[in-house]
């Protein structure tokens, strides 16, 4: 786990970052791997990297999903959103290439919800995505990004031209399934009611931190059934 010793300015910049928990994998009851199961993307957030997924994707595995179907992203996500999105464009069609399938799913983390519905809306991500997750995005602001100054963390603040433009008109758009997950204990996303889109499946999470979406284990088995339908 990597610690991070921060001025007061750039803290709370910092509780954006995501940090990986440990906790083991484990198998579920639920649904499993079949050969109709979309390949999946997984699209860290703010000052995050891959290894961000490493609890999820091994319950992934676990549940019968290969290796080759689960991609871990890294990208600079000091970026703006809107070069994150044609990279996370290029990435999918890589995806596509790699294990033979038509769409993928793409399960996201706070800021990389939003490159990820950029490339939705704007750059015909919705002929290639079956269905988008998002846990503890920024979907409509966040009072914690008033304190950074990145490119990618000014678009998060609430009101930015980025989210703007973003949420208007219709904020689930296309074929895919769209899913948010929001804890009322996430201290990162201010206010609570960011998180959830018009025309998604918003579902409230128990008391769980902003890292700790990624880790639990019935967050886990609720975002793989809603992706494997």
């Known amino acids: 786990m990597k610690r991070f010793v921060v001025t007061a300015a750039v803290a709370a910049a910092g509780a954006l970052l995501v940090v990986q928990a440990p906790a083991p994998a484990q198998a579920s009851t639920g649904s499993s791997f079949t050969s109709g ?27 019968g999903w290969p290796s080759a179907h689960l991609r871990q992203w890294t990208y600079d996500s000091r970026q703006s959103n809107t070069v994150t999105a044609q990279q996370l464009s290029a990435e999918v069609d890589r995806v596509l ?27 015909d991500g919705t002929s290639e995505v079956d269905a988008w997750v998002s846990l503890g995005g920024p979907n409509h602001g966040t009072d914690t990004a008033n304190s ?4 990618s963390c000014t678009e998060m603040r609430i009101g930015s031209s980025f ?10 758009p296309g074929s895919p399934r769209y899913a948010t ?18 025309g998604a499946v918003n579902s409230r999470t128990t008391c769980l931190s902003h890292t700790g ?5 019935t ?11």
């Not at 957030?45 to 609890?55: F, H, K, L, V």
């Not at 204990?185 to 889109?197: A, E, G, K, R």
Request: negative net charge; charged residues 20%.
């Open 37 to 63: 199961s979309n390949p999946v993307l997984f699209v860290h957030g703010y000052n995050g990297d891959a290894g961000n997924w490493n609890t999820m994707a091994d319950r992934f595995r676990a549940d």
């Open 97 to 123: 290439a790699a294990t033979g399938a038509t769409k993928v799913d793409i399960v996201s983390h706070s800021m990389g919800g939003l490159s990820s519905r950029y490339y939705l809306k704007n750059l």
């Open 148 to 151: 950074c100054f990145d490119t």
């Open 163 to 172: 989210l703007t433009g973003l949420n208007s008109g219709d904020e689930t």
């Open 181 to 198: 997950w929001w804890s009322p204990c996430d201290t990162v996303i201010n206010p609570d009611s960011s998180v959830s889109l018009s």
């Open 213 to 217: 979406l990624l880790t639990d284990a």
């Open 219 to 229: 967050v886990y088995a609720q975002t793989r059934d809603m992706i494997n339908r």
